[in-house]
């Protein structure tokens, strides 16, 4: 199993430009997210899907959005980069947890580097 | 490698002590906390995890205890190695689809 792939790795753009974020998983998750990483701020959720269709927002969604049309793929779209976009981001899936509801512990890819100018 | 976090709090061990991370909740309604591992430029890793009926839970090498009258909870690391070198992350759910991170603990062996 590859696991979470992300693609690219690397990305600058610059302000006012549109671009997607791609992940995919092997694993069968239900359960998708998309985080970005600022220095000392941890990772903010900004959207998740619990299954193909379904999609929600997270802490930070101002300014991405997300489509989830197979288990697989869950890409997050930059409508109109802003230099306050300048993050790392992650994709994570996850299990439904057994029992309790809820989701179990998620799998991160490597994430984007993203530099908007 | 990409370094995140710059200005976390560290913690600074000795290679063959143990390390003792904590980590302090908000949400009294959380009941599913999360350990998680991120090594420069590389994507969080899943370490152990706990539910709030439980206050223990061991695994190889690690223990993460939690207090949900003080709403605490920490991460034991025995024989601390270089290869732990690393941000440690928290992380909390109320048994929804929102989990939510704290800010991190680097954590530095020395040799």
């Known amino acids: 199993n590859a696991g979470v792939t992300q693609t690219p790795k690397f990305q600058v753009l610059k302000t006012g430009q549109s671009m997607t974020l791609q992940c995919a998983q092997d694993m069968n998750h239900e359960y998708m997210s998309w985080y970005r990483q600022d220095p000392g701020m941890g990772l903010r959720l900004i959207h998740y899907s619990v299954g193909a269709g379904i999609t929600d927002q997270g802490e930070v969604p101002n300014g991405y959005n997300v489509s989830r049309s197979t288990t697989e793929d869950f890409p997050l779209r930059l409508l109109s980069a802003a230099p306050s976009q300048t993050s790392v981001y992650f994709c994570?899936?996850?299990?439904?947890?057994?029992?309790?509801?809820?989701?179990?512990?998620?799998?991160f890819g490597p994430g984007t580097r993203l530099t908007v100018t | 490698g990409e370094s995140v976090g710059l200005h976390l709090p560290t913690l600074s061990v000795q290679e063959g002590d143990n390390s003792i991370i904590n980590c302090a909740y908000s949400?009294?309604?959380?009941?599913?906390f999360i350990w998680y591992k991120q090594e420069s430029g590389k994507g969080p890793q899943f370490i152990i995890d706990?539910?709030?009926?439980?206050d223990k839970r061991q695994g190889q090498r690690v223990t993460v205890l939690l207090n949900k009258t003080v709403k605490h909870l920490s991460l034991q690391i025995a024989a601390t190695q270089p290869g732990d070198s690393a941000v440690y992350f928290c992380?909390?759910?109320?048994?929804?689809?929102?989990?939510?991170f704290g800010a991190g603990t680097r954590l530095f062996v020395k040799a």
């Open positions: 706990i539910r709030s009926n439980m």
């Open positions: 949400n009294s309604a959380s009941d599913y």
């Open positions: 994570a899936s996850s299990q439904q947890a057994s029992g309790s509801g809820g989701i179990g512990p998620a799998y």
């Open positions: 992380a909390e759910n109320n048994g929804g689809f929102k989990t939510i």
